[in-house]
């Protein structure tokens, strides 16, 4: 069964996921959404360092538009800057009684899948930092916590493929709106202060100051989500907590950074922020953090 999920996306969370999965005796297809990707990991083994250790896979790659097959399940790694478009690919490629799972920190992501017809069945949590080392390799830091949320029990097929050793697989349910949220609360607060300062989670939290700005921007969010209606299983201090105990924890929005990228900010904070407005939730500390990731993402294209 697991020969008809594909994973879309070429990033450094397809690669691991995709990695993940075949080093389990699978051989999943990686959809890439940019053709230079496809042409480079054609024929490439992929490699995942942590911890001081590797892993290699192999996995059949191909660029999403000359994909064929229906597949029942994808696994949606793409950024969500590039949502839409892998959300209207997945489209095309999935069975009739197919779905996606995501792995994009927010709840936007429900939101965009409802406006285009694609069913989202399940969401994988990722709570650790994959960080891309060259082209067919990725790094991790062998530590953190894998949250599944699965709508459709069927799709347990694909989650039970998933190993990495160190990464520990929590399962909550059927909701995956409460565990969008409880990822996006996390990627809202630490994220950001950390590509700030340009400090891994770690020693972020090492700093009082830091560690109190995140925490606050944390506490806004947990406040929409409530006045949202979500149930959370624990406190947004709670969650902070747990990311900042993974060493050497570079997350996305610090690569960006330091790659100049644009980031994923839009779609996190920027999401946080229009249903802060729309709810009535004052939320100044999500409101100035955006906008000095948003200046530092516009001083990298105008220096």
């Given at each position: ?15 691991f ?62 950024r ?72 459709d ?11 990495a ?38 020693k ?13 921007v ?38 960006d ?40 993402e ?6």
């Amino acid at each position: 069964m697991v020969g008809s999920v594909a994973v879309m996306g070429c990033g450094s969370v397809g690669l691991f996921i995709a990695a993940s999965i075949a080093s389990a005796g699978y051989r999943p297809k990686l959809l890439c959404l940019s053709s230079d990707d496809a042409s480079l990991l054609v024929q490439r083994e992929i490699r995942v360092y942590h911890g001081g250790g590797e892993a290699r896979a192999k996995v059949s790659v191909a660029h999403v538009t000359a994909a064929r097959g229906e597949y029942s399940y994808i696994v949606l790694a793409s950024r969500l800057n590039n949502a839409e478009e892998a959300l209207s690919a997945a489209k095309r490629l999935l069975s009739p009684n197919g779905g996606v799972l995501v792995v994009q920190p927010s709840p936007f992501i429900l939101e965009l899948g409802e406006k285009l017809g694609v069913r989202i069945v399940g969401v994988l949590g990722l709570y650790t930092c994959i960080r891309r080392i060259g082209i067919d390799a990725v790094e991790w830091p062998g530590a953190g916590v894998l949250r599944i949320a699965l709508a459709d029990p069927n799709a347990a097929m694909v989650t039970a493929a998933i190993r990495a050793p160190g990464l520990r697989m929590e399962h909550r349910g059927s909701s995956l709106r409460e565990l969008l949220w409880d990822y996006c609360i996390v990627a809202s607060a630490i994220q950001p202060v950390s590509a700030i300062l340009g400090l891994p989670y770690s020693k972020l939290w090492r700093l009082r100051h830091a560690r109190e700005l995140a925490t606050l921007v944390a506490s806004e969010a947990e406040r929409v989500a409530e006045k949202a209606g979500v149930k959370l299983w624990r406190s947004a201090s709670e969650a902070l907590e747990e990311a900042a105990g993974i060493k050497g924890c570079m997350p996305r929005m610090l690569q960006d950074v330091n790659e100049r990228r644009e980031t994923e900010a839009d779609y996190i904070l920027g999401y946080l922020l229009r249903q802060a407005i729309r709810l009535d939730v004052y939320t100044p500390y999500i409101d100035s953090i955006y906008l000095t990731i948003k200046a530092i993402e516009e001083s990298m294209i105008t220096a």
